[in-house]
Each structure stands twice: as C-alpha cells, then as structure tokens.
C-alpha cells in the first residue's frame, strides 16, 4: 500500500470511529431522552385520568375526621350516643394501618331517626364521591333478596359480590339495610368476611367496613326514652350501657329479627351496636329548618313549627316522640310549600 493511501485510510479510520463514538451518546441520550418525556406523558396522562375517574387511591378515598365530626354535630339531630360511637369507631379504625378485622357497626332504631342518613355521613367522609361511590354498596333485603325461598343463589351472589369487590378496593364499604329482614342464612354467609382471618382465598377483608341497619330494638331503645322523659330528666342523660342490655335482649332475643340465630352475635363480630333514639318535636323542627337550608330556601320557623305540629307523636297520652322521625318532611314541605 502507497504511503498515501495508507494515509487516508488512517484517517478515514480515525475520522470513522470518533463519528460512531459521537453519534452514539447523542442517539442514546435522544432515546433516553424520548423515553423520559414519554414515561412523565404517560404518568401525567394517567394523574389526570385518576384525577377524573375514580379509583381505589389516596386521591379518592381518604378519611376527613374532621368532616365527620363536623356533619355529626351540626347535621345529625338528636343522637347523642350515635354520634359519639360513630365518630370514636370510624376514627379508631382508619386510622390503623393495620387493623385485625373489618369494621362492622350495627345501627338500631326507629324509623326514620337517621340510620341511612349516618351511613351516608359515614360514607362522605371516606370517599370523595360519597354514596355514589363505586366503592360504597348498598343491598336493601326487600329489594335485592326479596324471595327466602331463593336464598343460595342470593348467597352465592353475595359472597362474589362481597369478594370481588375488595379484590378490586381493600377500602369497600357495604351497607346492609333492613338487616332484620334479611334471611338468617344470608347473614350467616358473610360472617367470614367479618372475622379476623388474615386472608381468605388470598384477598384481604380487613380495611373493608360492614354496616348493618335495622330497625331491631327500636321499641325498646323508645321505652327507655321514654322513661327518662317521664322521670324529667335529660335526653341528654342516657348513656349507652341504659340500653345495652335491652337492645341485646330484644334483638337477639327477637324469633322475627334477621339476627336471630345467626352467629354474628356469638361469635362477636359486630364491634358496634349503635342506638338511634326516637326523636321530638324539637328535632323534627330541626329537620324541616336543615331541609329548607338545603334547597336554598330562607328557614322558615314558623312553616317549621306548623309542619312539625302536623305530624303523629307517640305515645298517644304524651305524644313525645315523632311516629315517623324525620322521615315524611322533606314530601311534607313539598306540600307546605
Ligand atoms: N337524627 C336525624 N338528624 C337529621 N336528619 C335526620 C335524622 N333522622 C332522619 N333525618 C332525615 O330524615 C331522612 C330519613 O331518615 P333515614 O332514612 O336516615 O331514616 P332511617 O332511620 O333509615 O329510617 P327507616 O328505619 O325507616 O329506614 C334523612 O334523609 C334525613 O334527612
Ligand atoms: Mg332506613
């Protein structure tokens, strides 16, 4: 080879390698480069869609104690005892990171006193989206298991339910409404849900929170009102263990509450009965005041007083307590109105 060409060669190599060498960082740091900017598109593409569609994250489910105790002080009338339990249970329970069991509270009551209006707070303060929350599910027995004949096909639809869902959110809420309505059989297919069991067919249960209404025990949680009443004294007076004991004889004890012979009780796996007292006068007055508020409407006492006057009372000598709670105002103020 000529001394020349072996020049060129020389230099073509030199001239090649230092290219490939220079060439080489900058396409690798334009590959690295469009892999970053499209993980942060992507990234910030699926913060904006968790942003816009719920989902089983901190964004969307995250307990507001505050809001809790808030809304039962000023939106919950006349539950004294309820309001305390509720607020000490779910608190307790959120705020462990690791708890042992799901939390089951058992709402007792008469009608209309607000035991699906406290699951509906309850339910605000954890999800964002609140009882339309795709996390929150609520069976009603009359409506979702109506036939008791057909009991095994609404177990096993249940347990899927029940099963499916926490798989798909630890933190799912499930309220059973008309609970002593509901076939034993049925209740007695959710118990393992409720008991400390670590794992069961390896999805975990124990952030999930069961909420069961019923109008159980409602008499004898009235009676005892009305005792206080008749002795002067403050509503404000009665205390849980004044009911305690009468709300497990006549729930327990009671051949047509759904709780009967189920093994919920034995087994202690409720972690709260709560009472709902019956409410007066002065609260159905409240009641209609918070309805008007809430439509936007100037409160009207004396519109409050008049519809609250219209309402039945019980007992009939005393008429002390609201027949039907708050229940019928907000058609009541249709009417008035
Ligand atoms: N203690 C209360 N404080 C404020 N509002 C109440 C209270 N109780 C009932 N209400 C009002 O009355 C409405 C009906 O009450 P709710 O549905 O919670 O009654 P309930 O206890 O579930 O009755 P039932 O046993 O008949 O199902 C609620 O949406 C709420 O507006
Ligand atoms: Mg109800």
Known sequence: MKPRKRHVLLLWMLVYSGLTEAIEPISTTIAVGMAATLTAFLASYQNIF?????CCRPEWISFNRTALEVDLS???FGQHIASRII???????????????PLVLSLHGWTGTGKNFVSKLIAESIYKEGMDSNFVHVFTSTLHFPHPSQYLTYKSQL???IKGNVTNCERSMFIFDEMDK???????????YLDYYDKLDGVSYRKAIFIFLSNAGGDSIAQTALDFWKEGRNREEIELKDLEMLLSLSVFNNKESGFFRTSLIDKNLVDFFVPLLPLEYRHVVQCVMAEMKDRGVEPDQYLADKLAKDLVYFPKSERVFSVKGCKTIES??????
């Open 50 to 54: 968790y942003h816009f569609h719920e």
């Open 159 to 161: 347990q899927q339910w």
């Open 332 to 337: 009541k103020l249709d009417y008035y109105t």
């Open 182 to 192: 509901m076939h034993p059989g049925l209740i007695d297919s959710i118990k393992p």
């Open 87 to 101: 607020l000490k249970a779910v608190n307790g329970f959120m705020k462990n990171a690791n708890p042992k069991k």
């Open 74 to 76: 000023r939106k919950l």
